[in-house]
Nanobody
Framework: VQLQASGGGLVQPGGSLRLSCAASRNIFGYAMAWYRQAPGKQRELVADISSGGRTNYADSVKGRFTISRDNAKNMVYLQMNSLKPEDTAVYYC?????????WGQGTLVTVSS
């Protein structure tokens, strides 16, 4: 599946951004996720959402980020509030098959004053 992430940019600390991910196929029945990779660090899970809508978050973003999905539009979203400089990273959307994942190209989020 092809995934197109968008919505990244430069934002001041405390600000908000909404990332969007458009999938080229039907996402119904599959889990989806957002990962991020900061410079010099490994890619890490930010949030995932099951096919039934159950969500899971990294401790570092709990209470600030919200993942959601719209199966009718084949879209996944990440609402990011109260952004911190340490949230600066390339954010990737992932389509989660049972044994592997497909990745999008990533969108850069920079949190800086």
């Amino acid at each position: 599946v092809q995934l197109q992430a968008s919505g990244g940019g430069l934002v001041q600390p405390g600000g908000s951004l909404r990332l969007s991910c458009a999938a080229s196929r039907n996402i119904f029945g599959y889990a989806m996720a957002w990962y991020r990779q900061a410079p010099g660090k490994q890619r890490e899970l930010v949030a995932d959402i099951s096919s039934g809508g159950r969500t899971n978050y990294a401790d570092s973003v709990k209470g600030r980020f919200t993942i959601s999905r719209d199966n009718a539009k084949n879209m996944v979203y990440l609402q990011m509030n109260s952004l911190k400089p340490e949230d600066t990273a390339v954010y990737y959307c992932a389509f989660l098959y049972p044994l592997r994942a497909d990745w999008g190209q990533g969108t850069l989020v920079t949190v800086s004053s």
